[in-house]
């Protein structure tokens, strides 16, 4: 059977917090879940498919990583970008570009020019295999944090099952433990009761005893 032909890769960008954020992969559904984004941005209007060049030949590189940069600024796209630089100014705004105009005056670089949607079959194979080998990456360790979670879970619901068990057991003792005071106080009472008949029985005999010998 024939191997599956790989996807294409385009590089898609969109604004998350600080920073704007690129990624080279094979379709939007596959940007989204790289971002980690709950909702649909590209719906939204907040992400889009971009052929700058220099953006481009940045995601080609780095096939299936988020590249970031601080939001609003016309700098490289990195793995590690610092945050934006005028967080501290209240008054400051992330100045963007007005849309249809470029990030940077410089001309594109030969290598941009060549990523900017002319890639030859060759590196956009080896692109899309790269993109697959980090999407493995990214599954094989939210696999790993998930096993993490698990083991998580089943040491805490096997400490609370303990302490249940501890506390039912605990109760059972207690409850066992009253009842047998209950019982010992029954006992008590009916003593007591017997007791007081008996004396009440013994004295009215012992003061008839004593009138009879004042007469």
């Given at each position: 059977m024939p191997a599956k032909p790989k996807r294409k890769l385009k590089t898609y960008q969109t604004s998350l917090g600080f920073y704007d954020q690129a990624i080279a992969a094979p379709s939007m559904k596959a940007a989204l879940e790289a971002w980690g984004a709950s909702s649909n941005l590209f719906?939204?209007?907040a992400a889009k498919e971009t052929d700058d060049p220099d953006i481009v030949a940045a995601t080609m590189a780095k096939p299936?990583?988020?590249?970031?940069?601080?939001?609003?600024?016309d700098g490289r796209f990195t793995e590690s970008a610092e945050l934006p630089t005028d967080l501290v100014d209240d008054d400051a705004r992330p100045r963007r570009k007005a849309k249809g105009k470029t990030r940077s005056t410089k001309p594109p670089s030969k290598a941009a020019n060549k990523s900017s949607g002319k890639i030859d079959d060759q590196a956009a194979r080896k692109a899309a295999a790269a993109f697959e080998k980090e999407a493995r990456r990214r599954e094989a360790e939210r696999r790993k944090e998930e096993a993490v979670r698990a083991k998580e879970r089943a040491r805490r619901d096997k400490a609370v099952a303990l302490a249940e068990a501890a506390l039912d057991k605990a109760r059972r003792e207690h409850d066992a433990k009253a009842q047998e005071i209950d019982a010992d106080r029954a006992a008590l009472d009916e003593r007591a009761a017997a007791e007081e008949a008996r004396w009440d029985k013994q004295?009215?005999?012992l003061e008839q005893a004593l009138r009879r010998a004042r007469e």
């Open positions: 719906h939204q209007g299936g990583v988020v590249l970031r940069r601080p939001v609003g600024s004295r009215a005999k």
